[in-house]
């Protein structure tokens, strides 16, 4: 009859444990994610600092860091950005599950030259997409 308890109480242990929620997992993807990536320069002059999951307010944030001439992006181009990284955004099928569920993307661009700049600051949330 212990042999049956452990058994039913092992069993059951095991399948709670394997049961992850959406914001466990967006959580663990965001931290697996820099850590195999980041930093990773992407397109000429952007580099990919990091992906964070904020529980709270359940919203993906993705980090970069512009250099060279991209380092001086200036406001007029805000618009242009905002609608490249929604259309990105929209057409992302690795998102569904996040999407679905209504989480927020936000996206950080920072200044290599001056740190402490942020160039570029935006977050979408399940309206825009």
Known sequence: ?????????????????CQESIDEKATRE??????????????????????????STRTFHYYYTLSGVADTVIPSMHDSMRETLLHALKNTTSMKDYKDEGFNFAYTYRSQKHPET?????????EDY
Do not use: H, R, W
């Open 1 to 17: 009859m212990k042999k049956l308890t452990f058994f039913a109480l092992l069993t059951t242990l095991f399948l709670t444990a």
């Open 30 to 55: 965001a931290k697996v994610y820099t850590q195999k990536n980041c930093p990773a320069m992407l397109a000429g002059n952007t580099t990919i600092d990091s992906l964070a999951f904020e529980p």
């Open 118 to 126: 942020i160039i570029f600051d935006v977050t979408f949330t399940k």
